[in-house]
């Protein structure tokens, strides 16, 4: 996303933000408003929106432990989806979101 979002002399880290979250294994991409009303389905990634919330992390926890700023937030961006929709083709990270929370919820269940 470093590349796609890269433009002249910007940044080495142009990406929008972006908390991992190390405990679950998760990266978490902040994308604009309503994106989720528009994210096809994808094997790769979720997209919430309302009516769920994410707590974010202090705007200086860069760093384990807990969920932290992997690409910092900076008020000029955001990541756009229709790239992160293809990078995320392209680069099939695992562990699958949806195979997750599914086991989640089975172990739950169980």
Avoid at 87 to 108: D, S, Y
């Amino acid at each position: 996303m470093d590349e796609v979002q890269h433009s002249g002399g910007e940044r080495p880290d142009a990406c929008g933000p972006v908390i991992e979250d190390p405990e679950r294994n998760w990266l978490i991409w902040l994308v604009p408003p309503g994106t989720s009303e528009n994210w096809a389905p994808h094997r790769y990634g979720t997209c919430l929106g309302r009516p769920y919330e994410l707590a974010l992390p202090p705007i200086t926890q860069t760093e384990p432990p807990g969920p932290y700023w992997y690409r910092p937030c900076r008020g000029d961006r955001l990541v756009p989806p229709g790239p992160l929709h293809e990078v995320l083709n392209r680069f099939q990270p695992g562990p699958i979101p949806h195979e997750e929370l599914l086991a989640t919820i089975l172990r739950t269940i169980s």
